[in-house]
Structures are given as C-alpha cells and as structure tokens.
C-alpha cells in the first residue's frame, strides 16, 4: 500500500512568488493534515481536512496561504505571495480514524523562499 | 510557553548503551502522549504510543508518562547505530491536532 506522497521534494523560489505544494494521503484516509517545521522550530499544526471540509485550520498563519481538498481525494497548499519567513519543510499526513487514530507522514516539502 | 518543551540536544552515546529522551508539558488536560521517530529527509512516524500515566514496553523502547510532574520519557536499551533520528514527543489536543516537541537528535556512535 503506497504511502503519503508529497510533491514537490523540494522548491526553491524567489520572494514574492507562488507556489504550491501538493499531497495524496493513503488510499480511503478521510483526514488530512498539513504541519510545518520551519528552521529550529517545532513542527507545528497547520490544517486539517476530512474529506474535503476544513474541520480546523487555526494553524494557518496568515491569508497568504489557502489549503484545498477538492473531491476529499488530494490536497494542495497554495503559498502566494511567498515570503523568506515561509521557509520551511511542508509535512502532510492523513489518518483513517479522526482522534486516536495513528497519523501517517510524508516525508515532506522543503520549501526555499530566496 | 511552550506547550511542549525538550531539549534538541544533539545527544551522543556509544552503541549499547541505555538512552533516556525527556519531554515536559504544561497542560494537564492532555492524555494522548506520543513518541515520533524521524531520519534524514523522512517524515516522523509513529514509535510509540501511551494514554494517561504508566508505562508501556515495546522491544528496546519503554515510554513513560508522569502526569503528575507533566513529564514525558522514552528510554531506549540496547541503543544501536540504526537508532540515530530525530526523536519527537508529541500530545494530542481535544481537537486531534498533534503538538510537538522540537526534537532530539540522537546520535549513537558504532
């Protein structure tokens, strides 16, 4: 059974372009989720989806940034404008089971804002 | 504050010997308590996994929580170079969203 997948592994991009991060959770996973670990820090909640409605997205640090799981399949995260401070690496995850439920990581987006 | 602190380290221990990895967090209505292992260029998956207080064994590792101190531990026996990662504890909030610690890196030399 395939894992979460992440794409791209790595972007590299200038201030003030966009970007956009994708991921397809494990096959049937209804919840998703988006973290980030940006240098030195924690890795920290963004979003979560289940299915395709955003049950919390009280991580998300600002209107620059727009998550989306259309059809309740794969999500994107959309960063536009980016900023140096965005900087990070992107982990999405999914679970079957919201709660208790084991949390399966990607192995991430690394994202370089120059 | 930080609602989940621990010392990044790096942690270094020759191979074989016992390693302790520590966390501490400041709300005590947390219950789920969870220990991520992460190599390079990976993502964190799940090591082990405790409710409330106690202890719980798993081959080498234990992971231990003392509710009553706020204090989160996994020990690892036995350490062996394939165990060198990044270690996170995480809690879980009453919304399932995981918070985590920043990490420890573990480095166990042959």
């Known amino acids: 059974e395939a894992g979460v997948t992440q794409f791209p592994s790595h972007s590299v991009i200038e201030k003030g372009q966009t970007v956009t991060l994708r991921c397809d959770p494990i096959?049937?996973?209804?919840?998703l989720y988006w973290y980030r670990r940006v240098m030195g820090k924690e890795i920290k909640f963004l979003l979560h989806?289940?299915?395709?409605?955003?049950?919390?997205e009280s991580g998300m640090p600002n209107n620059r940034f727009l998550a989306e799981r259309t059809g309740g399949t794969y999500s994107t995260l959309k960063v536009q404008p980016a900023e140096l401070e965005d900087s990070g690496v992107y982990f999405c995850?999914?679970?079957?089971?919201?709660?208790?439920?084991?949390?399966?990581f990607g192995e991430g987006s690394r994202l370089t804002v120059l | 504050q930080k609602e989940v602190e621990q010392d990044p380290g790096p942690l270094s221990v020759p191979e074989g010997a016992i390693v302790s990895l520590n966390c501490t967090y400041s709300?005590?209505?947390?219950?789920?308590f969870m220990w991520y292992r992460q190599y390079s260029r990976k993502g964190p998956e799940l090591l082990m996994y405790?409710?409330?207080?106690g202890n719980k064994e798993d081959g080498r590792f234990t992971a231990q929580v003392d509710k009553s101190s706020k204090y989160i531990s996994l020990f690892i026996r036995d350490s062996q170079p394939s165990d060198s990662a990044t270690y996170l504890c995480?809690?879980?909030?009453?919304?399932?969203?995981?918070?985590f610690g920043q990490g420890t890196t573990l480095q166990v030399k042959p």
């Open positions: 995850a999914s679970s079957q089971v919201k709660g208790t439920g084991e949390l399966f």
């Open positions: 096959s049937g996973h209804d919840n």
């Open positions: 989806f289940v299915k395709e409605s955003k049950q919390d």
């Open positions: 709300n005590s209505a947390f219950q789920y």
């Open positions: 405790t409710y409330s207080s």
């Open positions: 995480a809690t879980r909030s009453y919304t399932g969203k995981l918070i």
